[in-house]
């Protein structure tokens, strides 16, 4: 495993919201979901899931977009997610 991926491996074990954000955009495909949609999935608060997108974004993980007077988020690194969540599953350790 590469050291993004395994960054991100650890970064989405020790946070279980994180990986439940990032299992949802890899869903959502190209157009990603809108924030307060993304903080319902995640089971956070609208503030928690505000802090949870910045890490990721500063992370180059998600990107931020606006759609139709909505603050969505996407998925920037697809690989390096799809790897690290694959990880996970293979190793019995999602949530």
């Known amino acids: 495993m590469e050291t993004q991926e395994s960054t991100l491996t650890l970064a989405l074990m020790t946070e279980p919201a994180r990986a439940r954000v990032c299992r949802a955009l890899l869903d959502a495909g190209e157009n990603g979901l809108p924030a307060a949609d993304l903080a319902h999935i995640a089971k956070v608060s609208l503030a928690r899931a505000g802090h949870l997108f910045q890490e ?3 992370a180059e993980v998600l990107a931020l977009s606006i759609q139709e007077r909505k603050v969505c988020y996407v998925l920037k690194a697809r690989r390096a997610v ?5 990880y ?3 190793s019995g350790l999602a949530d």
């Open 56 to 58: 990721l974004v500063q």
């Open 82 to 86: 799809t790897e690290a969540l694959g």
């Open 88 to 90: 996970i599953d293979a």
